[in-house]
């Protein structure tokens, strides 16, 4: 039986984080070209992919969909709306509560994006079947964090 090494626990290739940091770094490398074309970040696609999905949606929800904090997304939802891409509204029963809907802008940007999806799925050596599993496996890493 080998010897427990507590040096081995700090070795790179026994660390899960680094591939998935660097898996993330390589993948939003691969979409800027596309969104530099939409003059959008990566954050601010995804934000508006939120909203192409759902339209009128709390900041809140955005936030927690997204795992971004409101000192994160408060400048980035400022962008979008200078773009003219989203508009902000208070809830009449609570000024404090932000709904963010997209513009025609905003919903023409969409037709523009959906050739995004498909460009990067080429990059990405994966089956169909494993970028479901390893999508499943993500979504369940993403689960355990939540009761923090």
């Given amino acids: 039986m080998k010897e427990f090494n ?30 530099d074309k939409l003059d959008i970040t990566y954050t601010q696609y995804i934000v508006l992919m939120v909203l192409w999905e759902k339209d009128h949606v709390s900041v809140k929800e955005i936030g927690e969909k997204l795992y971004l904090d409101s000192g994160t997304l ?24 932000l709904i963010i809907s997209l513009t025609n802008k905003g919903l023409e940007l969409k037709k523009e994006a959906y050739e995004i999806p498909p460009q990067i799925a080429k990059k990405v050596k994966l089956t169909q079947e494993e970028a479901k599993e390893l999508y499943r496996l993500l979504y369940k890493v993403l689960e355990g964090f939540k009761d923090e």
Wanted: glycine share 4%.
């Fill in 74 to 97: 408060t400048p980035l939802l400022n962008k979008l709306l200078k773009k003219g891409y989203i508009s902000k509204k208070a809830l009449p029963s609570d000024n404090r509560e």
């Fill in 6 to 35: 507590p040096d081995d626990t700090l070795k790179l290739s026994n660390q899960l984080c680094f591939p998935l940091y660097a898996s993330g770094k390589e993948i939003t490398r691969k979409y800027k070209p596309f969104l």
